[in-house]
């Protein structure tokens, strides 16, 4: 059985709670929920939350919060993310 790993993150200033499940249902794969407080989005989700399925032993326990903290830094590199930030960090009077 999968023991549940819990990590508490903090990414651009945004706190994340990270659930790694190892050899999730003992089967061939991994888990890995994220999700942002309050549900903000994140450049790898629009809600908030994110659950994905990785082929077991592709990141070890050790390393799942450095490969989540790449994972959302590539992404924060798009285009509609780096408008989405700019968007938030200007008022709007409408």
Not at 1 to 8: A, G, K, R
Not at 23 to 45: A, K, V, Y
Not at 49 to 67: D, L, M
Request: net charge negative; charged share 25%; glycine share 4%.
């Amino acid at each position: 059985m999968s023991q549940l790993q819990i990590y508490q993150l903090n990414w651009q200033g945004r706190e994340i709670t990270l659930r790694f499940y190892p050899n999730r249902w003992n089967g061939p794969c991994d888990h890995i929920e994220i999700e942002s407080e309050n549900r903000e989005p994140l450049p790898i989700t629009e809600t908030g939350y994110k659950s994905h399925f990785i082929p077991s032993g592709t990141v070890c326990s050790e390393k799942v919060e450095t490969a989540v903290i790449e994972w959302l830094d590539r992404a924060a590199q798009s285009a509609d993310w780096k408008e989405r930030e700019a968007k938030t960090r200007q008022m709007s009077l409408f």
